[in-house]
């Protein structure tokens, strides 16, 4: 049976939401995280393939953690009504990742599962971070599931206070990708 984005996206809410609710309860002392947000962009470009219409997208994000493990509920609104797609909504992903800080080195792991407009994929990632100038970061991501390749991309940024909860983030990345077919 193929699962459709509203019913992956609503089994993964419910799914996200117990798991608040049950960690809150039984861990008075420690604290699971929550973060929700929604970007505005001009288009959705994801590693180098422009993925929207030529058109605004919206793309909400909802994310808890505690003690490193994350789960993360995203997806992606096309606001292109005049193209012959009538299914907006193109895109949700899950990911569950652990995070570990040893140091100067922060290591993140994890697994994303991308509900597509289309064809499903699932991947698994790697990811480094040293907590210097620059923060280099280098993360591979080897697709197994529909688009089986490997993506390896090197960042860098920093982060400049201009005043008190202001602050310009710069960056730069590079990426390769590497399709097994």
């Keep these: 049976m193929r699962l459709t984005n509203r019913k992956v ?39 180098g393939f422009e993925l929207s219409q030529d058109s605004m997208v919206l793309q909400p994000s909802m994310t808890i953690g505690y003690k490193g493990f994350s789960a993360n509920l995203w997806g992606n609104l096309d606001t292109d009504s005049s193209t012959a797609n009538t299914n907006s909504w193109t895109e949700t992903d899950m990911t569950l990742s652990y995070d570990k800080n040893l140091g100067m080195v922060d290591l993140s792991g994890g697994y994303i599962y991308y509900a597509l407009d289309g064809k499903d994929s699932q991947e698994i990632y790697l990811s480094a971070s040293l907590d210097t100038i620059l923060a280099p970061t280098l993360s591979v991501y080897r697709d197994y599931d529909s688009f089986p390749g490997w993506y390896i991309s090197l960042g860098i940024s920093h982060s400049v206070p201009i005043k008190d909860n202001i602050a310009l983030d710069l960056g730069a990345q590079i990426g390769y990708l590497s399709a097994d077919d």
């Design 9 to 47: 996206a609503g089994t993964l809410l419910a799914a996200v939401s117990f798991l608040t609710i049950s960690a809150g309860a039984a861990l008075a002392d420690d604290k699971p995280t929550a973060d929700l947000s929604m970007d505005a962009l001009s288009k959705y470009v994801w590693r």
